[in-house]
């Protein structure tokens, strides 16, 4: 038996037709608040019936009741259970969560977080978190997010760049919903700059890679460029090497023989830009290159094929 809202259920495994001993067996569900006199009895007629629910919205949320279920056939009235005792649930959330914040954390996503109603009946088990465009939808038609659990902050992707989104957030549990907080707004940051990293250029004295690129000037609707990610690949390996600069230049070491494979992409408050095209490096296993240098629009004169191989690549650094 149990609770749920401001109702109750009696469940149990229901007697077996051997049993049953006759036509017409049916189940007689006996209940009283604690601490009241008199039951009150209701007909089960379904010999096959495994529960009952009862509702009273008099009772509050968590009401203990005494409950006890006997059976009955065409003859007559069969034994009662034992007496147990069930409470009502808890009911659904009664508070809105409070302390509401939003902010933009890429071009795509909003970061929210929010503080857990005041404890008391009607907990909630998880949440759900409604947005919607600004001028364009409201929040019964907005799109929706729910917790795993009861967690506090969620992140919503998949939005648009520069859009200011309406927020709200409400408790629910396996009763129903609690009210809507307060909606809250948040912008999400300027797409990342379209324009990729141009005219690589390299130096190279033995296995250290000098690589420099033109800085990216983002436009006017693009996040401001605050760094640079540098990927670097051993072929035939899938781990890739992230070396993050400010500058537009860094050092990469190519600690033995192979194949080396290099990307550029801008970093911006709204993420990752358009990436560079791609370099290739072919180096000899113990072999000490020569000092060589080069850019991806004029490769060095005269390379020492056994050493070292630049190539430029059209492939994307996304589809390795």
């Known amino acids: 038996m149990r ?3 401001d109702r109750w259920f009696c469940s149990d495994m229901p007697v077996s037709e051997e ?8 189940y007689i569900v006996a209940f009283r608040a604690n601490g009241t006199r008199g039951w009150k009895e209701k007909m089960v007629t379904s010999a096959d019936s495994t529960t009952y629910k009862y509702r009273d919205e008099t009772f509050p949320p968590l009401t203990p009741f005494e ?7 065409n003859k007559g009235d069969g034994p009662f259970s034992a007496v147990v005792t069930v409470f009502s649930a808890e009911g659904e959330p009664r508070e809105a ?15 929210v977080t929010w503080r857990p109603p005041i404890p008391g009946p009607g907990r909630p088990e998880r949440y759900e978190v409604s947005f919607w465009k600004d001028l364009e ?6 799109s929706k997010r729910q917790t795993v659990r009861n ?8 939005l648009d760049g520069n859009s200011l989104y309406h927020v709200t957030v409400r408790g629910f549990n396996t009763i129903g919903q609690g009210p809507p907080s307060a909606a809250t707004t948040a912008r999400t940051r300027k797409t990342p700059p379209e324009q990729p990293p141009r005219n690589l250029r390299w130096i190279q004295e033995g296995n250290n890679v000098s690589l420099s690129w033109d800085p990216v000037r983002a436009q006017d609707n693009e996040s401001d460029v605050v760094g640079y990610m540098v990927f670097l690949r051993q072929e035939g390996r899938g ?5 993050r600069t400010i500058n537009p230049s860094t050092v990469l070491s190519l600690p033995e023989g192979g194949t080396y494979i290099m990307e550029v992409r801008a970093l911006s408050d709204g993420g ?14 113990g072999v000490r290159a020569k000092s060589s240098q080069g850019s991806v629009h004029r490769p060095a004169s005269s390379p020492v094929w056994t050493s070292i191989l630049l190539l430029l690549l059209p492939v994307p650094f996304s589809s390795w």
């Open 272 to 285: 990752e830009g358009a990436v560079s095209a791609q370099v290739r490096v072919v180096t000899s296993s």
């Open 19 to 26: 049993f049953q001993n006759g036509e017409g067996f049916g």
């Open 137 to 142: 939808q409201q929040e019964q038609s907005g």
């Open 67 to 73: 409950v006890k279920l006997g059976v009955y056939n």
């Open 97 to 111: 969560p409070s302390d509401v914040k939003a902010s933009g954390i890429s071009a795509s996503e909003v970061r």
């Open 239 to 243: 781990h890739n090497q992230v070396t």
């Open 3 to 5: 609770g749920r809202g």
């Open 151 to 158: 967690e506090t902050s969620v992140v919503l992707s998949g």
